[in-house]
C-alpha cells in the first residue's frame, strides 16, 4: 500500500525539473527523476540524493518506461535554441515519440499527467499579449520548427488522450523562466548576459534590443505546475504561465549590468532567424482557475540568479563543463 504520492518527473535533472523534485519532496511525495543527463546535471540533484523517497532513473523517454505511479510531469526536452537545435531530429523525438510513451504509461497506470508545454507554440505571435485561444504563428520548417513544432504537437497528443482515451491531462504553457540552475552555456538571454557580465565579456544584444520578453522566477514557475496538477475540476488546459510584466532585452542588459558591476560593454548583433519581436502572457486564465500569479519580480529575482552565476565561477573547473552529468 501507498500512502505517499509516487510522482514521475522526466527531466527532472535539469533546470525547470530539479526544482520541481526538491518541491515535490518538500510536499512529502515519492519522487522518480528521469533523465538522460543531455543537458541535465547529476550536480541539480545532489542534495536530493540522500532522501530516501527521491529515486534517479538515467533514461530516453524516446523508449518506453515501465514504473507505478499516480502522477507524471513530462518536463524531458532540450529549453534552449542551442541545446533543442544542436540535434533537431532529437528534440521532435522527445517531443512526439517521449509524449506517445508517457501518455502511455499514464494510460496504463491510470495517472494523471501534466505536459510542459511552451510559449513557442505560439510562434511569432500577431497578437499581443497572448492568450490561450490564440493559434499561433508558426514557421514549421525553419530552425526553431523541432521544437515548436514538437511541443505542438505533444499538445495534440495531450487532447487526443483525452478526448479518445479519457487520460486526465493537464497543460501548462511556460513562458520564458529563469532562476539559479540554469545551464550557463545554453544562450539564453538571462544566464547569457549574467554569464557575459561576470566574466568581463562583451554583452551581445541581438537586432536594437527593443524585442521584449518577459521572466519569470523559477519559484513562482513551479507553485503553477503544482496548481494545475493539484486542481481538482478536471481543467486540462492549456493555461499560460509566466509573468507578464514586459521589459526590452537591452533594459535586461542594462540591469545586469547594474547589478553585477560590471565593466562590459553592451555590443549589437543581427536577430537570428525566426527570434520573435514581442512574448509576453496573458494570464488570465491561470489568475481565475489557479488563483495563480508571479509574486517575485526581476528585482529580487535577478540577484539571486546572479548569486547562483558566481558561485557557479567560483567553482572547481571540473564542474563546469557543458556536459556536467
Ligand atoms: N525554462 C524555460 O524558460 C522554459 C520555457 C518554456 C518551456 N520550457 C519547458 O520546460 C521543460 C524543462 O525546461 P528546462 O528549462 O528545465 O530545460 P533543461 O534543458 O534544463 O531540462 C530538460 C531536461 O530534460 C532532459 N532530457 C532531454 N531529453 C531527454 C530525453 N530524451 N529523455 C530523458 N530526459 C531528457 C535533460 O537532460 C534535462 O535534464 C522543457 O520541456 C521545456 O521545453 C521551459
Redesign the pocket.
Known amino acids: 500500500m501507498h500512502l505517499r504520492k509516487r510522482v514521475l518527473v522526466?527531466?527532472g535533472?535539469?533546470?525547470?525539473?530539479s526544482f520541481l523534485c526538491e518541491r515535490l519532496l518538500q510536499e512529502g511525495c515519492d519522487v522518480i527523476c528521469?533523465?538522460?543527463?543531455?543537458?541535465?546535471s547529476k550536480r541539480n540533484i545532489a542534495p536530493l540524493l540522500s532522501n530516501p523517497y527521491f529515486e534517479v532513473i538515467r533514461?530516453?523517454?524516446?523508449f518506453p518506461l515501465y514504473v507505478e505511479v499516480d502522477e507524471i510531469y513530462n518536463?524531458?526536452?532540450?529549453?534552449?535554441p542551442v541545446?533543442y537545435q544542436n540535434d533537431p531530429v532529437q528534440t521532435t523525438k522527445?517531443n512526439v515519440h517521449?509524449a506517445i510513451n508517457m501518455l502511455g504509461l499514464a494510460k496504463r497506470v491510470r495517472a494523471k499527467i501534466l505536459q510542459?508545454s511552451?510559449?513557442?507554440v505560439y510562434g511569432d505571435p500577431a497578437v499581443h499579449p497572448q492568450t490561450e485561444d490564440y493559434w499561433g504563428n508558426v514557421n514549421c520548417t525553419g530552425l526553431r520548427s523541432c521544437y515548436d513544432e514538437g511541443?505542438r504537437c505533444a499538445e495534440t497528443l495531450f487532447f487526443d488522450y483525452h478526448r479518445q482515451h479519457k487520460l486526465n491531462i493537464r497543460v501548462v504553457r511556460?513562458?520564458?523562466?529563469y532562476g539559479p540552475r540554469m545551464?550557463p552555456n545554453d544562450g539564453r538571454v538571462v544566464s547569457n548576459f549574467i554569464m557575459q557580465a561576470l566574466t568581463g565579456r562583451d554583452i551581445t544584444v541581438f537586432g536594437e534590443g527593443r524585442q521584449t520578453r518577459s521572466f519569470c522566477f523559477v519559484d513562482d514557475m513551479i507553485e503553477g505546475f503544482l496548481r494545475m496538477m493539484n486542481h481538482s475540476d478536471g481543467f486540462t488546459g492549456p493555461v499560460n504561465l509566466g509573468n507578464p510584466h514586459e521589459f526590452t532585452i537591452l533594459e535586461l542588459a542594462e540591469r545586469v549590468i547594474r547589478l553585477t558591476g560590471s565593466r562590459s560593454k553592451i555590443v549589437f548583433k543581427p536577430l537570428p532567424a525566426d527570434d520573435p519581436t514581442q512574448r509576453r502572457p496573458d494570464i488570465s486564465l491561470a489568475k481565475q482557475k489557479l488563483g495563480w500569479q508571479p509574486t517575485i519580480e526581476l528585482a529580487e529575482g535577478l540577484p539571486r540568479t546572479i548569486d547562483f552565476f558566481k558561485d557557479f565561477l567560483k567553482a572547481p573547473r571540473l564542474l563546469q563543463g557543458l556536459s556536467h552529468s
Open positions: 522526466t527531466g535533472a535539469g533546470f525547470l525539473g528521469c533523465d538522460n543527463f543531455y543537458t541535465g533514461h530516453d523517454i524516446t518536463l524531458a526536452c532540450p529549453a534552449s541545446h522527445v517521449g510542459a511552451t510559449s513557442e511541443k511556460i513562458f520564458n523562466t545551464h
